[in-house]
């Protein structure tokens, strides 16, 4: 399962997802690179990502927002969408 990335949230977070879940993301510096360190997986509705973002004081930039508010609620509903109405890739 590879993770990809879809749009950064806010600087130093971004949002990626795999083949069952939305990940948070942290920016982290190593070894003078960008590396985007998971920190929670949400797999369930998008009620749920903006409470884990809330969480963690994640103050969205305007074209996040409009991301989001386009985004299906369910998450397996957003990957159909996501693939063209394909859920297996």
Known sequence: ?????????????????????????????????????????????KSALLVGMRRKGINLTPEAQVKLDKMPERFRDWLQQHRGGNVNG
């Open 1 to 45: 399962m590879k993770d990809r990335f879809l749009f950064e949230l806010a600087d130093g977070w971004a949002l990626q997802f795999d083949d069952a879940q939305w990940i948070i993301c942290r920016e982290r510096k190593r070894h003078a690179q960008v590396v985007w360190h998971p920190v929670s997986f949400i797999g369930c509705t």
